[in-house]
């Protein structure tokens, strides 16, 4: 249990994969827009109690982040503070990229996620069903 976090009330390791496209897959992400967009996805986890354990651009036109986070902390909250927050700061100091996406977006509207940890599903359903 070595590799586990504390919380007040619960130890934990829960991180995730997360995947996301800019709008209509337009390769906005390039140069000092990608340099810029991993700075703020560092300091929108700082800010917001969650850790940024990985993320890049790839293609220009797709984003993959690795976090981790408190189990009382949900997916779906943690994507939105991530694209929300990134697209208000990117397109403010890149107004060009507001031109290249017409109609105020970012991001695309949907996500993937995967889990991730140190212990395959097999491992704990091994442990779960050992008698």
Same mark, same amino acid.
């Given at each position: ?6 919380? /007040?009330?619960?130890? %934990?390791? +829960? ?9 209509? #897959? #337009? ?8 340099? /810029? ?7 929108? +986890? +700082? ?8 993320? #890049? ?14 189990p009382k902390v949900c997916i779906p909250d943690i994507v ?6 990134? +697209?208000?700061?990117? %397109?403010?100091? %890149?107004?060009?990229? /507001? ?5 105020g977006h970012l991001w695309s509207e949907g996500y993937a996620? #995967? ?14 069903? /050992?008698?």
């Amino acid at each position: 249990m070595i590799d586990l976090e504390k919380a /007040r009330t619960c130890a %934990f390791q +829960a991180n995730y994969h997360l995947i996301w496209a800019t709008k209509y #897959r #337009r390769k906005v992400l390039l140069g000092s827009v990608e340099v /810029r967009l991993l700075e703020v996805l560092k300091m929108i +986890a +700082a800010n917001h109690g969650f850790k940024l354990l990985a993320a #890049r651009v790839h293609n220009g036109d797709h984003l993959h982040v690795f976090v981790s986070a408190q189990p009382k902390v949900c997916i779906p909250d943690i994507v939105c503070l991530l694209k929300c927050n990134s +697209a208000k700061v990117l %397109f403010e100091e %890149f107004p060009l990229i /507001r031109k290249q996406l017409w109609g105020g977006h970012l991001w695309s509207e949907g996500y993937a996620v #995967r889990t991730a940890g140190i212990v395959t599903s097999a491992k704990i359903e091994e442990y779960i069903n /050992r008698s």
